[in-house]
Nanobody, 116 residues
Framework: QVQLVESGGGLVQPGGSLRLSCVAS????????MGWYRQAPGKQRELVAA???????EYAESVKGRFTISRDNAKNTVYLQMNSVKPEDTAVYYC??????????WGQGTQVTVSS
């Protein structure tokens, strides 16, 4: 069973930065597509950013130019660098692991609150 542990969430002021990390275990990390999703109160979970095993990335329009997803296969870790954050970025952020030809796995989530 794949295990995902997120960290790095917290309270940040508008315009500030935050870096989320997600460490995966019990999986061959380098072959997995990885992603970050978020869910704000009363809203559906949505894709924030994703990265393939080959390093190709995609982003939600709302975060393009502000957020960067990256991965370190040696550390079994995917990151989300969040810059110029806005109050509307407030949400629980979830890490998602998609192994080839397998079900997806989710982390437990980490809260990000953008407020002054």
């Amino acid at each position: 069973q794949v295990q995902l542990v997120e960290s790095g969430g917290g309270l940040v002021q508008p315009g500030g930065s935050l870096r989320l990390s997600c460490v995966a275990s019990k999986t061959r990390f380098s072959i997995n597509a990885m992603g970050w999703y978020r869910q704000a109160p009363g809203k559906q979970r949505e894709l924030v950013a994703a990265i393939t095993s080959g390093g190709s990335t995609e982003y939600a329009e709302s975060v393009k130019g502000r957020f960067t997803i990256s991965r370190d296969n040696a550390k079994n870790t995917v990151y989300l660098q969040m810059n110029s954050v806005k109050p509307e970025d407030t949400a629980v952020y979830y890490c998602r692991c998609q192994p080839p030809l397998s079900t997806a796995y989710w982390g437990q989530g980490t809260q990000v609150t953008v407020s002054s």
